[in-house]
Antibody, heavy 120, light 111 residues
Framework: QVHLRESGPGLVKPSETLSLTCTVSGGSISTTSYYWDWIRQPPGKALEWIASIYSSGNTYYSLSLKGRVTISVDMSKSQFSLRLNSVTAADTAVYYC????????????WGQGALVTVSS | QSVLTQPPSVSGAPGQRVTISCTGSSSNIGAGYSVHWYQQLPGTAPKLLIYVNINRPSGIPDRFSGSQSGTSASLAISGLQAEDEADYYCQSYDTSLRGWVFGGGTKLTVL
């Protein structure tokens, strides 16, 4: 049973960079069977997909965030990461890491989520 | 404004059946991309409830069922229980946006 857990600062100042890490346990992050994703949810609002990465290093980004976001993977640590530049209050959200099966479009495992607040 | 449209809320009494609709367009559901449903209990992460329109992951009761037709999909919950009170989200893939999209979510209240 794979387990995903987000970690990172809970408070980020406006215009700075949000950085989060997802640690994967109970399964191999280097598997070719899954992609690894970041999804966020502003307080009281809907879910929004942010980015996805495959073991080959291929990355996919939300068009609305492209240019500000970077997803990367560190297989030696069984982690993948998110960086979001130039944050504003609108980036305040619970950030979830998740995975979706290769060739499929649904998210079958999710982390517990990490609340990141953008405020000075 | 979400790409997939859901009713903001639905309600039903214990034991009743409710349905939640999810309306998309020709660039997502209508393009042949499947619809998936998630249940989000208060304060918790979403959990996969239905995948590829009609399939239930292991452990999901058969009270939950999905269907899809044209540019829309529906989630039906029969034999409502108090523990079903949660937010429900539909999700698909959009070719125009080149990414995964969600509905705005539906809050289910068990009366």
């Amino acid at each position: 049973q794979v387990h995903l857990r987000e970690s990172g600062p809970g408070l980020v100042k406006p215009s700075e960079t949000l950085s989060l890490t997802c640690t994967v346990s109970g399964g191999s992050i280097s598997t070719t069977s899954y992609y690894w994703d970041w999804i966020r949810q502003p307080p009281g609002k809907a879910l929004e997909w942010i980015a996805s990465i495959y073991s080959s290093g291929n990355t996919y980004y939300s068009l609305s965030l492209k240019g500000r976001v970077t997803i990367s993977v560190d297989m030696s640590k069984s982690q993948f990461s998110l960086r979001l530049n130039s944050v504003t209050a609108a980036d305040t959200a619970v950030y979830y890491c998740a995975r979706h099966p290769q060739g499929q479009y649904y998210f079958d495992s999710w982390g517990q989520g990490a609340l990141v607040t953008v405020s000075s | 404004q979400s790409v997939l449209t859901q009713p903001p809320s639905v309600s039903g009494a214990p034991g009743q059946r409710v349905t939640i609709s999810c309306t998309g367009s020709s660039s997502n559901i209508g393009a042949g991309y499947s619809v998936h449903w998630y249940q989000q209990l208060p304060g918790t992460a979403p959990k996969l409830l239905i995948y590829v329109n009609i399939n239930r992951p292991s452990g999901i009761p058969d009270r939950f069922s999905g269907s899809q037709s044209g540019t829309s999909a529906s989630l039906a919950i029969s034999g409502l229980q108090a523990e079903d009170e949660a937010d429900y989200y539909c999700q698909s893939y959009d070719t125009s946006l080149r990414g995964w999209v969600f509905g705005g979510g539906t809050k289910l209240t068990v009366l």
